[in-house]
């Protein structure tokens, strides 16, 4: 078992959708979570950070954590076509130093159809 | 603030050949990584530098794969020989103190070995 699945795809949507993207974990050693934003030839960008099991809401994404579950979503309302790109969830055990590793998902291709 | 940077953007190079990628990250970051994105895959650890000094070099093929970190900024990853297997996008990203809500990724090499 992967220490990170995360939901395959592609996904395609239309503009205005909510998207719901979803990852699993087996470690529970893992204490943060993010997720990423990768555009085509581009490195990941950092979306949303995220320690505690509950909500974080910025602007239109929402990410979601379940400890206990060990699972986790981002959530985007009003999707727009700016919005088409791979997402990766990240995870890693410790905040500094030498665990602060990333432990990344497969990733998963939105695509926001105007 | 400017970015990772990394060079080249691309390479194409035949199997048994050698290659070399540098990196410069942002200006303070202590935390040097080097990760490898095949395609259709998530970003994996290679190598962590903290300043000059490696933190986790534990998934790096020691056998083909070579990293340094002069004086604590710079960087360049070596692959000699290379294998077709190491297709892929080689992704540089620093952060300070090594935070993982503090990453900051470089576009990347993408290195196609024919």
């Not at chain 1, 490195?43 to 974080?56: A, H, Q, V, W």
């Not at chain 2, 290379?82 to 576009?107: H, I, N, Q, W």
Request: aromatic share 10%; hydrophobic share 30%; charged share 20%.
């Amino acid at each position: 078992q992967k220490e990170v699945e995360q939901d395959p795809g592609p996904l395609s949507v239309p503009e205005g959708a909510i998207v719901s993207l979803n990852c699993t974990y087996s470690n529970s050693a893992f204490q943060y979570f993010m997720w990423y934003r990768q555009y085509s030839r581009k490195g990941p960008e950092l979306l949303m950070y995220t320690y505690s099991s509950g909500n974080k809401e910025d602007g239109r994404f929402t990410a979601q954590v379940d400890k206990s579950s060990k699972y986790i979503s981002l959530f985007i309302r009003d999707s727009q076509p700016s919005d088409s790109a791979t997402y990766l969830c990240a995870m890693t055990s410790l905040n500094t130093g030498a665990n602060s590793k990333l432990t990344f998902g497969k990733g998963i291709t939105l695509s926001v159809r105007p | 603030e400017a970015g990772v940077a990394q060079s080249p953007r691309y390479k194409i190079i035949e199997k048994r050949q050698s290659v070399a990628f540098w990196c410069n990250p942002i200006s303070g970051h202590a935390t040097l990584y080097w990760y490898q994105q095949i395609l259709g895959q998530g970003p994996k650890l290679l190598i962590q530098f903290q300043n000059n000094g490696v933190v986790d070099d534990s998934q790096l093929p020691k056998d083909r794969f070579s990293a340094e970190r002069l004086k604590g900024v710079d960087s360049t990853l070596k692959i000699q020989p290379a294998k077709l297997e190491d297709s892929a996008v080689y992704l540089c990203a620093s952060s300070l103190e090594g935070r993982p809500g503090g990453y900051t990724f470089g576009s990347g090499t993408r290195l196609t070995v024919v």
